[in-house]
């Protein structure tokens, strides 16, 4: 069964642009969650979706948004980039929400 | 919301050496996840552990969660066992996100 898969791998961007990242889960897998890791900050909850619903939103500013297709596919989108946004931005995908999650490679943004 | 606290920070050891990694939270869980994190950012599945013991290899957790702490054991460590051991937990209440501990970063020395 293929694992969670993530793209793009790797994305620079300018202060001001808009980016979308996606998300496919493991297959049967229909929830999806969203994680922000930085060296300051560690691992960060960003949203969690299930059934193209979102459950749980982590705390971060409203340029932070995602959503869920009906084939429980992902994408996240940050709107008016900021330095402080470069970061790994990592997907995880599980049965159900509460359920063991399994986590993408992973893409590596970075913001200059 | 909760929190997970993990000891220690970091830790050395020489090859072959057994190691004890802590989690501690601060509610009770219904989801406590142990992760590895390899040199190129992805989280390994280790174990899926609200409660009791498993095993699995070199590598076995127990979850004490009326005591609110897991451990972590890894015995006859090996270089590729490096890298940074994160604990993942989900309160009781609400309907809440996974916390992550601050991790403990491993290093296996030959």
């Known amino acids: ?112 | 919301g909760i929190q997970v606290e993990q000891s220690p920070p970091d830790l050395i050891l020489q090859e072959g050496a057994n190691s004890t990694l802590r989690c501690n939270f601060s509610d009770s869980v219904n989801n406590l996840q142990w992760f590895h994190q390899n040199p190129w950012g992805q989280l390994i599945n280790l174990f899926y552990i609200p409660s009791g013991t498993k095993q699995n290899g070199r590598l076995s957790a127990t979850t004490v969660a009326t005591e609110r702490y897991s451990l972590l054991y890894i015995s006859s460590s090996q270089t590729t066992d490096s890298g940074v051991y994160f604990c993942a937990v989900e309160s009781d209440y609400n309907n809440n996100d996974m916390r992550f501990g601050a991790g403990t970063r491993l290093t296996v020395k030959p």
Not at chain 1, 94 to 106: K, M, R, T, W
């Open chain 1, 1 to 112: 069964k293929a694992g969670v898969t993530q793209t793009p791998r790797y994305l620079i961007k300018t202060r001001g642009q808009q980016v979308t990242l996606s998300c496919s889960p493991i297959s049967g897998h229909r929830s999806v969650s969203w994680y922000q890791q930085t060296p300051g900050q560690g691992l960060q909850f960003l949203f969690e979706y299930f059934s193209e619903t979102q459950r749980n939103k982590g705390n971060f500013p409203g340029r932070f948004s995602g959503r869920q297709f009906s084939n429980s596919r992902s994408e996240m989108n940050v709107s008016t980039l900021e330095l402080g946004d470069s970061a790994l931005y990592l997907c995880a995908s599980s049965l159900a929400p509460s359920y063991e999650q399994y986590f993408g490679p992973g893409t590596r943004l970075t913001v200059t």
